[in-house]
């Protein structure tokens, strides 16, 4: 059909829920253009596309936004019905893929939200701990242990 010529997935690399969007599209066999996001610079199309949420992933058919990875995975299966079908046939066992989809959303935010909140700390300690002026190897510096890497001191 032509009508699914143009699609584009807007995404980062790691992220999990951009992966189900990518191997529902995979599965399907849909051909789509990838571009990364840099989540510190949303780009103006994300922003576009997006402008709820602001976040990835985000599926563009034919210029129109498909946002959030399980509404964007119901949509590939609706848009590209005669493609080898994402779920089974029978109700009780589509119900039960959902659960199980709905079950992994859920597990993976809970592990994935506090390991960014980690990077975050992390650089922001980073930030405030790098001196110009070295303490000797060992010293503390408010109760802190310094270590030196590359003649850059952090706390």
């Known amino acids: ?24 599209m995979a599965e399907k066999g849909i051909e789509f253009e990838y571009k990364e996001e840099k989540m510190a610079q949303k780009s103006e199309l994300l922003l576009k596309m997006n402008p709820v949420r602001k976040k990835i992933p985000v599926l563009v058919h034919d210029g129109k936004p498909v946002c959030e990875s399980l509404i964007i995975v119901q949509y590939i299966e609706e848009a590209w019905p005669e493609k080898t079908p ?13 659960f199980w989809a709905d079950f992994v ?13 980690i990077k975050r700390r992390r650089a922001r300690s980073c930030q405030k701990g790098v001196h110009r002026n070295p303490p000797s190897f060992g010293e503390r510096i408010g109760g802190q242990e310094i270590f030196r890497r590359q003649n850059i001191w952090l706390r």
Do not use: C, N
């Open 86 to 98: 994402l779920l089974p046939l029978e109700p009780y066992q589509r119900a039960q893929a959902r």
């Open 105 to 117: 959303d859920e597990k993976v935010y809970e592990m994935w939200d506090p390991a960014l909140e």
């Open 1 to 24: 059909m032509e009508s699914h010529k143009f699609v584009t997935l807007l995404d980062f690399w790691v992220s999990p829920f951009g992966q189900r969007a990518r191997i529902a």
